[in-house]
């Protein structure tokens, strides 16, 4: 299974405002990965923590978005001045080196 | 970054019939998964298959990695099978070790009528 809990499942906000996403992996896995799916196409990677430290952040698109990981387990998603163009899905998952990645529903976001 | 796409882009099939989906890929992987996504949204694995060839029910998957290909075929379609079908490949990171960070293709949408 996906072994992770995120919420909230369905998040509406109004333009501008702040958000943040919850995930909380059921096991203890020390990595951890943030994509997004937007309208239309596939998942695209944000953010991988590998413990407490963000391993890798080149896929957020811009330093409204922020992700922490500060116990090396629950991760936060931190959006800012939120956009009508950052509705999507956004889906953590756990995960090893090259090991099978299995997605939950995640948390669909939309700006209005 | 890699590359990866996938083909064809939409399919619209009778129901019983077979298919095959393409996914190319421009670099070395070794890490392969094949999704499909269903109308709800929800993400389901198929495969996992950096290499070789597997098979599960109606469905099965080679992928050729020295080729960088992977090929996803079904067979006997149902309409239940309707949906979006995904690739997604990792590759080494610099230094040797990957991390299972996944690029995905943009998917091939199938449609399979009754």
């Known amino acids: 299974g996906a072994g992770v809990s995120q919420t909230p499942s369905n998040k509406v906000t109004e333009k501008g405002k702040y958000v943040e996403l919850r995930c909380d992996p059921i096991?203890?896995?020390?990595?951890l990965y943030w994509y997004r799916q937007s309208l239309g196409q596939g998942p695209e990677f944000l953010i991988y923590f590998q413990g407490t430290g963000a391993a890798d952040d080149s896929g957020l698109p811009n330093d409204r978005f922020f992700a922490v990981r500060p116990e090396g387990s629950v991760s936060t998603l931190k959006i800012q001045r939120t956009e009508r163009g950052d509705s999507a899905v956004y889906l953590c998952i756990p995960g090893g080196t090259d090991t099978e990645a299995f997605f939950g529903q995640g948390t669909r976001l939309t700006v209005v | 970054g890699i590359q990866v796409e996938q083909s064809p882009p939409d399919l619209i099939l009778q129901e019983g019939a077979n298919s095959t989906l393409r996914c190319n890929f421009s670099d070395s992987v070794n890490n392969l998964q094949w999704f499909h996504q269903n109308p709800w949204g929800q993400l389901i694995n198929l495969f996992y298959i950096p290499s070789g060839t597997k098979q599960n029910g109606r469905l099965s998957a080679t992928t050729v990695a020295t080729e960088r290909y992977s090929l996803l075929y079904i067979s006997s379609s149902q309409t239940t099978d309707s949906g979006v079908y995904f690739c997604a490949v990792s590759y080494p990171h610099a230094g040797g070790t990957s991390y299972g960070k996944l690029t995905f293709g943009q998917g091939t949408i199938l449609t399979v009528h009754p």
């Open positions: 096991s203890g896995h020390t990595a």
